[in-house]
């Protein structure tokens, strides 16, 4: 089923696409939502997150309006743990501007780090991303070829990515519970929204902007759920 983010099929409506996504928006609590330090609870006890990234090739293709990186190969080579579960990276794809704020803030961009466990649970890694006039840590894995023509690279291009150099450098992160913020929009998943961003050379960001554009579901209801922030 087509969606868009814009015209009548636009984010308010896609509910009213299909069964199967009205299900999905009626069955979980959605995402994206407001991240505010003020709101959020300690954890009781801290849950641990650590990564185990390395340098990967990755295969990009375009579709559901942006531009997709898919691991090639080992898939084991990419892995999270949050509080002793294993989840494998899955897919990193992009969203413009950002769909989460953080404390009422907006931002030009925002990276999906989409990861499942063996048994098929979601945990999405949400990293925020602001221009930089320095070269930094994306354009070193030709994802300027990538970001200036996505639609007609389509699927095929294979760039190296360093998973660990797209991360802030403050870990301190938002947890809660939410759904995925394309249609279906199933849940629940797990969500991971690190506080301090990352950083894109203006350049590319200006052509993710131009080649990808809109992307971005407007925010969500919180309902009755709490939000967590790492120390
Ligand atoms: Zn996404």
Same mark, same amino acid.
């Given at each position: 089923m087509d969606w868009y983010y814009e015209g009548e099929r636009k984010p308010e409506n896609w509910k009213n696409i299909c069964e199967a996504f009205k299900k999905a928006e009626n069955t979980s609590l959605q995402s994206p939502i407001q991240l505010c330090e003020k709101t959020t609870e300690k954890f009781i006890y801290q849950k641990s997150l650590a990564t185990r990234y390395q340098l990967t090739q990755f295969e990009t293709s375009f579709f559901n309006h942006t531009v997709h990186l898919t691991p090639l190969a080992n898939e084991e080579l990419n892995v999270l743990f949050f509080d002793y579960k294993k989840y494998i990276l899955d897919d990193i794809h992009f969203h413009l501007p950002s769909e989460h704020q953080i404390n009422d803030e907006s931002f030009p961009l925002e990276m999906h780090l989409v990861h499942r466990s063996r048994d098929n649970e979601l945990l999405v890694v949400g990293i925020t991303v602001l221009p930089n006039k320095e070269p930094a840590n994306l354009e070193k894995y030709r994802? +300027?070829?990538?970001?200036?023509?996505?639609?007609?690279?389509?699927?095929?291009?294979?760039?190296?990515? +360093?998973v660990a150099k797209l991360l802030p450098l403050k870990m301190q992160y938002f947890h809660y519970t939410g759904s995925l913020t394309t249609p279906p929009t199933i849940g629940p998943v797990d969500w991971i929204v690190f506080k301090n961003q990352t950083y894109m050379r203006k350049g590319l960001l200006r052509a993710f902007k131009e080649n990808v554009g809109k992307t971005n579901r407007p925010l969500q209801p919180l309902r009755n759920r709490t939000i967590y922030l790492s120390d």
């Open positions: 994802l +300027d070829s990538l970001a200036l023509n996505p639609r007609i690279s389509g699927r095929g291009l294979f760039v190296p990515v +360093d």
